[in-house]
């Protein structure tokens, strides 16, 4: 055959086969992921149906959707820490049952991989897990009636980033009451999901260190009722935090923050500070 | 008699390439020599039923297929290069052929653009904002004693074999990273056991474990 016929042939090879991995809905490093972790499921030291129940729960994770990479690495630390068969399922049923309710995945994955690096305890893992989920569920809620009543995101993520943060703050004891009165704050300065985001962040920060939870939206809401965007709220938390490190107590450190940034604004001359707010970045983990 | 010299001064004269003292000769030899004429005659009358005969004209493919089976030369790699990428090869489409890549093009697109995100994933802020820059940040930390120094977070799955710090003089231990501007938590592994916070963080999270994640904001 002619030299440039094969070119042809490889070249319509080639796109036959692209267009075959699209129509297929996954690529060759897609199966060669899920192939991995069956490889690293055969390698390990569990019983036959140990290993049939694991590596049949890690392909239905994937096949669910959750990232290939996550599952693989669960499985491949769950395994080396000699971790049970049936635990390490657990976590992956969680992902699972997240998937399938159209709830972020990502705060859950990171938290397990977490645990499994830090050592922590599988049956403690599992329960931070399951516990997360639930505030998770209970945060899409949250941000939905948000969003009936108007607040949006400005990109894709930003709903996503939202429940994750609303999770946190759930995490944290706060509660739900609190973060809606957040919510309705931001939406009266027409703020987005983004800025609604970070001003639970900061809550859930300041109520992290000390700061009793009420007190903290309280701060984090005049804030906003100010014109704070998303950077002045990073520099509020930071100014917290800076003054902690110094006083070790938090109302001084607290109403140090708020006196620091009100002098701040008066100095800039600014009212509002309308320019950009929202903008900033992405989500937490 | 008729030698090999008469013969090809015979062809000579024919084909009209006889010098002048050529054509003396001739003429001496057909006047002395019968045998000669009649060889030169005989000749001559060849010539004239060539030159007055039809000339059929040669088939189509004749040319093709003569060069067909000369033996073809090897072109070298720079040659065959240069004609595949500068001579013009001459695709021929017709509408179905056309109408066919077309298809089977916007097929392809969707389908990769659903690959991208994946079934029932949203896509992830980055993958819509090309102009998303990396930030270079620095992590710190001072542990003198410390014979290996890592930092695991958020932004590489907790791999705390991942990320080796680089000890300065000083005692501290340092380390630059690639992020895109978001939201990280992360800690220090000291020599492969111990789980550090850093210690100049600008905020904290519990992780639900027992540990303090610090927390860095990346802005764009």
Known sequence: MKFFKWKRLLAALALVTAIFEAISGTTFAEAKRIEDVQAVITRSALAPDERAGLAAAAELAINAGLPKEDVSIIVDRGLKRGIEAKIIERFLATGVAMQERGLPTALVMDRIEQGLSKGAAPSRIAVVAEKLAEHLAKASGVITGLEQKGMKAARAGEREEAIETVAQAFEKSISAKTIKELGEAVRTQKGNLLLFSRAVDVTTALAENGVPAKHAAQQVRAAIKKGYGEPELARMEKEFFDAMKKDHQVENARSQTEHQLDREQEREGREGMRGERGRGPGRMR | ?220
């Open chain 2, 1 to 220: 008699m008729i030698t090999e010299s008469d013969r090809e001064l015979i062809h000579k004269v024919l084909d009209g390439d006889a010098a002048t003292e050529e054509k003396e000769r001739f003429s001496e030899r057909l006047a002395a020599e019968q045998s000669f004429k009649k060889e030169f005659e005989a000749l001559a009358r060849a010539v004239r039923i060539i030159a007055a005969g039809e000339r059929p004209a040669a088939p189509p493919l004749f040319t093709a297929g003569v060069m067909k089976k000369l033996p073809r030369r090897q072109a070298s790699l720079s040659e065959s290069l240069q004609t595949f990428l500068f001579k013009g090869n001459g695709i021929r489409w017709g509408i179905s052929a056309a109408a066919t890549a077309v298809v089977l093009a916007l097929v392809a697109l969707a389908l990769i653009g659903r690959l991208r995100t994946g079934p029932g994933q949203i896509p992830a802020v980055s993958s819509f904002s090309p102009q998303v820059r990396v930030v270079t940040v620095e992590m710190r930390l001072y542990a003198p004693e410390a014979h290996r120094v890592a930092v695991a977070g958020s932004f590489n799955k907790w791999d705390a074999d991942d990320y080796a710090m680089t000890k300065q003089d000083n005692g501290t231990w340092t380390i630059n990273l690639p992020l895109k501007p978001g939201v990280y938590t992360y800690m220090f592994i000291v020599d492969n056991s111990a789980w550090v916070t850093d210690p100049n963080a600008g905020s904290y999270r519990d992780d639900g474990f027992g540990y303090k994640n610090a927390v860095k904001r990346v802005m764009t």
